[in-house]
Structures are given as structure tokens and as C-alpha cells.
């Protein structure tokens, strides 16, 4: 009797065991691919819509390498499709393959401000200076833009700008996981990777956000606590983003470049770009002078005042892009 009943118990063990195997199995099975690891890169890409065909491949955990050769390949096969395309759809402008890729060949646009002439150039000085119409007269933009500085010699590519986050750099929103506890009153953290940040600037760690004043390695440190929110504790590998205030005092992730390259730089300066209006087919020809915008606006690129004018754009509207001679006039295309 006594050994039907421990012959029947260890059966029943058994079969439990069973059991909960083939649950993990189904759960494991059930989980989508790459979703119990996500990386920073990996999200990287899913916000920057590069398609999953392009990464599939590195999951479960994307590595910063895999992530800039997951951008490459996509940026090169759109380079591809736009210049199989460029004789049938622009029949006024001949359209060609540039030497290094557009970061997109479509996407939404909005409208940019006034980039400096010359130094600390104010808004009537430079109207005056680039004949403003009264209709693009929206501001200064603060500078002379990423690829200045610039003169009068630059009034006609200032006038006719782009902007776009150019492949000469690695564009990033710095984010990472603590490396140990965070206690409400302590004035440092530890990261485990620090690389992308800032050597200072504002985080956000759950709902509170903190400002730190200097970085070393992986430590951010003269952490200022509850910065406009409330001191909080936060357990070990929780998500750490770093932040800025934006116009208004709304704070958004904040867009890093890095690993830059000075010959890419200098040959995407004033390149010329075709950009139609998918809305109503009208079409600009602009000049590289500016890079942006921020990742997390979710647009590719942005015109100046005029440009955006004479395509008779609006904000958030979707244009198709396309590198042109430089030899190409910069304005409208009639």
C-alpha cells in the first residue's frame, strides 16, 4: 500500500514537471521576437521606422554596431528606389545618386526659422539683409546652423535651406539602466553605460526628473533631486533617459550626436536636394545647411521659410526627396 502510494505520488510529480515545461515552452512561444531583451537600439530603430527586416537578424539583443549597420543598409536600398524612379517623376530637374545617402527619401517636413548671416544677427537686420517677404519672417533660428558659419555669399542657400539628421553622424537619444539602487536622497548614480549622455543635462527616472552637473565614466554626479517633480527611490536596472525642456517647459528626449565625420560633413555642405510635395506635387530645390531635427518630433526634416513657402507646404505634410546636380538653381520649380 505504502509503495502504490509513493509509486503514484512521483508519477504525479512527474507529470506536473511535464506540465510546466510545456507551459514555459508555449509562453516563450507566444512571446514576439526580441521583446524580452528590447536594447536601446532596438528602439532606436523601431522610432525611427527602419523596417524589422533590417535588424531581424541581431535579435534578441541589438548591439550599437548592429544598430549603424541596420541604418546604413535601409539608408542605402532608399537610395535605390529613389534613383530607379528619379527619371520618371522629375522630368524638369535631372535627379542624381549622391555619393553618401539621404537619411530618408520621404517622410514629414515642417517649416524651420532664419539661420544667422553673420554674427548674433538679429531678425530686422537680417530681413533686411535677405529681402524677406513679409510671409517668411518667422524668426531666428539662434545660429548659423550646423553648417556655418555663413555669409552674404550664403543669402541664396540660406534661403533655400534643408534640414535632416545627414548620415555624418550618429543620431541618439541617450538612454541606459541604473547599475545599482538609487536611494530618494542620494546626490549620484551609477549607469551601466554612460557613453551617449551628456557631461550634464536633466534625466528622467520613472516620474521624477533630475539634473546632474558633471559626468564621469559611468557615474553622473551633483545630482539635483525632484527637479519640478518629487525625490523617488528607484530599484536597480530601471530606465534612465536623458531630457530637455523644450518650448512652453514640456520636457523631451533629448537628441545627441555622435562619432563624427568631418569628410561626410564637408561633403554634404550646401549639396542640393529635390524636395516635392506629396499633397499637391509642387517642388523646391534647397541647399544642405542645417541638421536636424529631434528624433522624437517624428518628422525627417524641416525647410526654411521660403522653401516651405514656394511648395506651399504645411507642417507635418509629407515630401519626397531627392539629390539634384549642383549645378541646379536653388528655388522653385516651375
Known amino acids: 500500500m ?11 510529480i512527474r507529470d506536473l514537471k511535464k506540465i510546466f515545461l510545456a507551459a514555459i515552452i508555449l509562453f516563450l512561444m507566444a512571446v514576439p ?13 523601431e522610432r525611427n521606422s527602419v523596417p524589422e527586416n533590417y535588424w531581424q537578424r541581431y535579435l534578441p539583443k541589438v548591439s550599437r554596431s548592429e544598430y549603424r549597420k541596420a541604418v546604413k ?11 530607379s524612379s528619379s527619371s520618371s517623376s522629375s522630368s524638369d530637374v535631372d535627379t542624381i545618386e549622391g555619393k553618401y545617402p539621404l537619411p530618408s527619401t520621404s517622410g514629414k517636413i515642417a517649416r524651420e526659422q532664419h539661420l544667422w548671416l553673420k554674427n548674433k544677427q538679429s531678425a530686422s537686420s537680417h530681413y533686411s539683409m535677405a529681402d524677406t517677404p513679409s510671409s517668411c519672417r518667422n524668426g531666428m533660428a539662434g545660429g548659423y546652423g550646423a553648417f556655418g558659419p555663413l555669409g552674404k555669399s550664403d543669402k541664396s542657400a540660406e534661403k533655400y535651406y534643408l534640414t535632416m539628421r545627414w548620415g555624418y553622424v550618429d543620431w541618439v537619444e541617450p538612454e541606459s539602466e541604473l547599475n545599482a539602487d538609487l536611494s530618494k536622497d542620494a546626490n549620484s548614480l551609477t549607469l551601466d553605460d554612460a557613453s551617449d549622455f ?5 534625466l528622467k527616472i520613472g516620474s521624477e526628473y533630475i539634473r546632474y552637473s558633471s559626468k564621469s565614466k559611468n557615474k553622473l554626479k551633483g545630482l539635483k533631486r525632484g527637479y519640478k517633480s518629487s525625490p523617488s527611490s ?7 533617459r536623458q531630457m530637455y525642456r523644450y518650448k512652453g517647459g514640456q520636457w523631451e528626449r533629448l537628441t545627441r550626436t555622435t562619432n563624427a565625420n568631418t569628410t561626410k560633413k564637408k561633403w554634404y555642405k550646401k549639396k542640393k536636394v529635390l524636395v516635392t510635395n506629396e499633397r499637391n506635387g509642387k517642388k523646391v530645390v534647397v541647399a544642405i545647411l542645417e541638421s536636424g531635427p529631434a528624433i522624437w518630433t517624428n518628422r525627417v526634416g524641416g525647410l526654411s521659410p521660403e522653401a516651405f513657402e514656394a511648395i506651399d507646404a504645411k507642417n507635418n505634410e509629407n515630401c519626397t526627396f531627392e539629390y539634384v546636380s549642383d549645378s541646379t538653381n536653388l528655388g522653385k520649380v516651375d
Do not use: D, I
Open 2 to 12: 505504502l509503495f502504490s502510494l509513493l509509486f503514484s505520488n512521483k508519477n504525479k
Open 33 to 45: 521576437n526580441g521583446s524580452l531583451a528590447k536594447t536601446k537600439w532596438q528602439s532606436l530603430l
Open 73 to 83: 543598409n535601409y539608408q542605402s536600398s532608399q537610395v535605390e528606389e529613389g534613383s
Open 198 to 202: 551628456g557631461k550634464s543635462g536633466y
Open 234 to 240: 528607484h530599484g536597480k536596472n530601471e530606465r534612465v
